[in-house]
């Protein structure tokens, strides 16, 4: 029988699991997809747009490969609001088997049936399977750029174990931790990028329990201002960073008496790159470019605060990107990809250009409830 792709309903559960096993039984533990089939990150409920499904790949009675939707709305100027998915968590049993190499192309377009409006963010660089794959179908790539504040040089120095990657490395490491030259050299740094930062009038940040019309009158102002942001009214926030997810830090950022915009920040879960720092992770955040550099100060003032060793954060607009080093962030590498389908790619076009412009953060796409 041919491999047919349908919705994940319980009676595939266990069919998952024994997918999973195999896939982990190849040595790499994070290869499992969802164990069970009614999501438990946004789940669909009566006319809410945004929303996860989740599909199987049946051969048989075996699961050989499962994908999922992230459903939601962006804004996009002169076309207003405009419905896509995220495809995210593409798992198949070709990561094990060549007799299943094809499969990942079957999945992706069986997701382009569904909703041809379709993108992925992440997937860990270009030479990766995934955005290669993407890149061979007809989907347009850009890479979104990273940026990372090194709040406590001597632990940075210590525990960076992604740039430890030799003897020679670790003694240099080592000795600018002892010595403090590494931490004189990383402030002098710092101290360079702040300088170049205008001077803002006082600003107050205050912790709040969730989001509600205050909110929604930030989105309508600056929405017009990105070439295409996600939807980010109080809604969909509400949604997106419920008051019960405590590991969020929520922020209102104003101005005197005037709302200027929001942020939301948090601890990342545990990564052996970092070592034993406390990493931070400005996830998402709002306002118009023009007060962006307040909002990004805030932020990091928050994570600063909370005890971050460490902050990172991605930002694909320029004006975000240019708050960030004006807080004294440094620009590093990046894997963060977004790639756009075929139709979707053709209303965002010129996507290279308007990528700079576009609002996207790391709490896009399958970025939450942790995965920032």
């Not at 939601?72 to 798992?91: D, T």
């Not at 240099?172 to 002098?188: D, E, K």
């Not at 710092?190 to 940040?205: H, W």
């Amino acid at each position: 029988m041919p491999i047919v792709i349908q919705p994940y309903r319980e009676e595939h559960e266990s069919a998952v699991q024994e997918f999973n096993r195999r896939l982990q039984a190849a040595g790499d533990p994070d290869l499992v997809f969802y164990k069970t089939s009614a999501p438990q990150w946004l789940p669909k409920i009566e006319a809410h747009p945004v929303y996860n499904e989740y599909f199987v790949a049946v051969d048989s009675c075996l699961v050989r490969g499962a994908y999922a939707l992230k459903h939601e709305q962006v804004f996009v100027p002169g076309k207003g609001s405009v419905s896509v998915a995220c495809y995210h968590h593409p798992l198949s049993e070709g990561i094990i088997n060549r007799s299943y190499a094809s499969l990942g192309g079957l999945m992706v377009r069986d997701a382009l049936s569904r909703q041809p409006l379709l993108y992925a963010l992440g997937m860990g660089g270009y030479d990766r399977p995934l955005p290669k794959m993407l890149k061979a179908l007809g989907w347009s790539l850009v890479s979104l750029p990273f940026f990372f504040k090194v709040v406590h040089p001597s632990h940075f120095l210590r525990e960076m174990h992604l740039l430890r990657t030799s003897p020679l490395r670790c003694a240099l490491m080592n000795a600018g931790a002892v010595t403090g030259l590494g931490w004189l050299a990383i402030r002098a740094a710092q101290s360079t990028l702040r300088a170049r930062a205008p001077r803002l009038a006082q600003i107050a940040s205050d912790r709040v329990d969730e989001f509600s019309s205050w909110a929604d009158s930030l989105w309508l102002q600056s929405r017009e201002q990105y070439q295409m942001t996600t939807v980010r009214d109080s809604d969909t926030l509400r949604r997106l960073y419920a008051r019960t997810d405590e590991h969020f830090t929520r922020l209102r950022i104003r101005r005197g008496a005037t709302d200027i915009g929001w942020a939301v920040v948090g601890k990342r879960r545990k990564d052996a790159k970092y070592g034993s720092m406390w990493v931070g992770s400005i996830v998402d955040c709002w306002a118009s470019p023009e007060n962006a550099l307040a909002v990004a100060q805030a932020a990091t003032k928050e994570l600063e605060t909370q005890g971050a060793d460490l902050i990172v954060s991605n930002q694909s607009h320029t004006s975000w990107g240019h708050a960030l080093e004006h807080c004294g962030f440094f620009k590093g590498p990046s894997n963060f990809i977004f790639a756009a389908s075929k139709k979707y790619a053709e209303i965002l076009q010129p996507l290279g250009e308007n990528s700079r412009a576009f609002h996207i953060t790391r709490a896009d796409g399958d970025g939450l409830p942790r995965n920032f």
